[in-house]
């Protein structure tokens, strides 16, 4: 499956099955690891074992291991994203489709890793081996 990050700000009431970050750039760390390459990275080098036989456990234990490009790489590009994960949240909300704003966080993340044009296409070559439609607008503004 995956993964589920939000950025909340109505103050939802979670459970123990769901895990919370805070502190500063929250909306950053949100668009990048909903991104291509923020799940690409955890599933191949940090995940903490399978769930059957397609999930992954998000375990803070993992999760903190995962190498996230720092603010200062590229801070105005860590603001666009902040900015992309503010609109697609109130896009969603209003039930519009947000792929192209997702993809060019995706984008914006490869720029900060650094990626190449081949190890782009090996990522992108993964998603599309999983067949799995990667960005589904009609659910719930997340």
Known sequence: TEPRFCYDTNAFYIDASVFFMVGEHVKYLAGFFNSKAGEFVFKRFYAGGGLGKSGYQYKKIYVVQVPIPPVSTDPIAVQRIEEL???????????????????EIDQLIYKLYGFNDEEIACIEKYFDKQNVKRYDNKKEAQ
């Open 85 to 103: 994960v503010d609109k697609i949240t109130e896009q969603k909300k209003q039930g519009a489709d947000t792929s192209l704003l997702e993809e």
